[in-house]
């Protein structure tokens, strides 16, 4: 049993250590919070399988004396491209052994021979050990698996009570009384910080969002997605808001020319168009802009983002010798600099740069200044444009934005009124 034990540690930290690679992080020993978070991220975009940041590092540490829920195996083994837990598990098993020799018989035990009454009782004694043990297996299973039931009978919808202002208050109505499973969570986008635990007998919570964007609210049970809602806050133009760190941390909603603008690091343009008709898998983005390294970033950076109602599309430029910290995504297709070649993306983006992305039949391609700079396919559309961005870790200063359908329809063609 307990070789069994170690089988299966051993098992699930392989199975973590190809999870880590696949998503760009090779070497699990030197992974931050960030690099964490980047991989729950991932799992959970592939799989729709939340696992939280606390679990991935008990499991990457080996700090486990059990094996964890099947929903959490089955996310890890699909994220490697295997239907479930036990298709990973018999894929890693060795090629199976010659069978030993059996071994000789020993010598006749000097010893009296047990009376014929031990002899009739001794397989019934042994039906009942084995079903004993039987009856053991399977209650440890269900007290480790904690199986989810009745998951369609699931209710959840939202209605906004303050249009389409920022900050935005959002009512959510859930019915989970009837679903088997042991936590139940709303999460109002792709933030897990916006997580909410909610419970069985309520069926109300009210939320803030603080950024506008086509956002894809979530019901959770245990750590799988089992409900899905679009929660729209389009823009009226352009809008700018500000961070003290790249994606985390309060909203600050400032002007470009704010006094305090030096205590943040990351800067955000975004226009979320009140109609959302045209695919992401069929698009021309055409851009003039530059970076205003106001806060003497050693590496500064330009991200550029189409906002699609599922996955992501953006990359990121910055000076070539800052590329291995660069990141890129194009539908399901995850690029990290650490372990993709994005140097082809390295720009002086502190001087005005022509920027040109272009998607044909899920084939992204960048260009930088008319010369093709980076292309990437997917698998896996994002659905339809619901918006454009742009963040940065200094001010930006765009001249011109021209978003078009490939047939030449106009999506955004008008730029922010960036700070010059």
Known sequence: MQAKRNSDHELVQRCM???????????????????????????????????????????LGGQFSRLPQVATLNALAQYLGYPHWQAFRVAQKPAAEPAATPAAEPAADPAPQRSSRTKRHFPRMAAGVILVAATLALLAVKLVHHPLSNLDKAQFSATKVTGNDIPNSVVFHYNVDTVMADSFFIQQSWDRSRRVRIYKKNYTLTDIYYEPGYHTAKLYANDRIIKTIPVSIPTNGWVFYAREELF?????????????????????????????????????????IKVNNSNNAGCPFLMTEIFCQRNFMYFQNRPKGCSSESFAQFGDNFLNGKTHDLSGLGANITSWQNLRLTVKDRKATVFINGIPAYSATYQASGGLITGLGFISNGLCTVDSVDLRTGDGRPIITSHPPSAR
Request: aromatic fraction near 10%; glycine fraction near 4%.
């Open 17 to 59: 250590a190809a999870v880590c690679a696949k998503a760009g992080f090779p070497d699990t020993t030197a992974l931050v919070q960030r690099d964490l978070q980047t991989l729950a991220d991932a799992i959970d975009a592939r799989t729709g399988v939340l696992i939280s940041l606390s679990t991935i590092k008990r499991l």
């Open 248 to 288: 985390k941390g309060p909203v600050a909603y400032i002007t470009p020319s704010s006094p305090d603008i030096a205590k943040y690091n990351a800067f955000i343009w975004v226009c979320f168009p009140e109609t959302i008709q045209y695919s992401s898998d069929d698009f021309t983005l055409n851009c003039k």
